[in-house]
């Protein structure tokens, strides 16, 4: 079993910055993949971002892609996401998820926190 507890989310202008952080406990060592995806109102949960946990290899959506770094540190057992020129369309409740994929897609993740609000105001 592994928990995930998400926490850094908030309120901010159009253009700055926020980054959010993901502490996992329990069996952490048994997922390949940490991950990011997002939830903003009346719209079906998406993909930001994923990273593998043993050699660092990224891969993000297109829409945040330039703007948005997953990062992770596994001595923390913490995962990031730094999250830079946000949008007000970037508003949305922010997940962290843990599973052994396929990359990106919901259905890969075995464990789900259970979010944090990050609201860009224009």
């Known amino acids: 079993q592994v928990q995930l507890v998400e926490s850094g989310g908030g309120l901010v202008q159009a253009g700055g910055s926020v980054r959010v952080s993901c502490a996992a406990s329990?069996?952490?060592?048994?997922?390949?993949?940490m991950a990011w995806f997002r939830q903003a109102p009346g719209k079906e949960r998406e993909f930001v971002a994923t990273?593998?946990?043993?050699?660092?290899?990224?891969l993000y959506a297109d829409s945040v892609k330039g703007r948005f770094t997953i990062s992770r540190d596994n001595t923390k057992n913490t995962v990031y996401l730094q999250m830079n020129s946000l949008k007000p369309e970037d508003t949305a409740v922010y997940y962290c998820?843990?599973?052994?994929?396929?990359?990106?897609?919901?259905?890969?993740?075995?464990?789900w926190g259970k979010g944090t609000l990050v609201t860009v105001s224009s």
């Open positions: 998820a843990a599973g052994n994929g396929p990359r990106g897609r919901t259905s890969g993740m075995y464990y």
């Open positions: 329990g069996r952490t060592f048994s997922s390949v993949y």
């Open positions: 990273i593998t946990r043993s050699d660092g290899d990224t």
